[in-house]
């Protein structure tokens, strides 16, 4: 189980860094979108900060990801990113749902294997 989630965590780590160094820094020129996936697009864009903010917390998870630092943090921080990610390609763009899945269920075993350290976080009242 824990070579399985170093891969994973790792294999998460990488598509993260990937995705916002691409987008942050603009590599990759944007493809011709059409209908709802460019009109979602536009919206994302028309409110300047939601994109890069997105990107920087996937840069910032991605390093926790593949150094080892931080990754319960990491996991939590990085979920709510992961199901958005599942939900657009479920929904709009599902030639991408592969990688989705693979994200959604590599961060819910994350969540499962590091469910020791959210322990206190759930008591109802702090130690």
Known sequence: MKITVKIIRILMGLIFLFSSIVVLFNLVPQPDLAGEVKLFNEGMEVSVYMIPMIKIIELICAIAFITGFFVPLATVVIFPVVVNIFLYHSFLAPEGL??????????????????????????????
């Open 98 to 127: 592969a990688v989705a899945i693979f994200l959604l269920l590599g961060n819910i075993l994350l969540a499962y294997y590091y469910r020791q350290h959210y322990i206190p976080m759930l008591l109802s009242k702090p130690l």
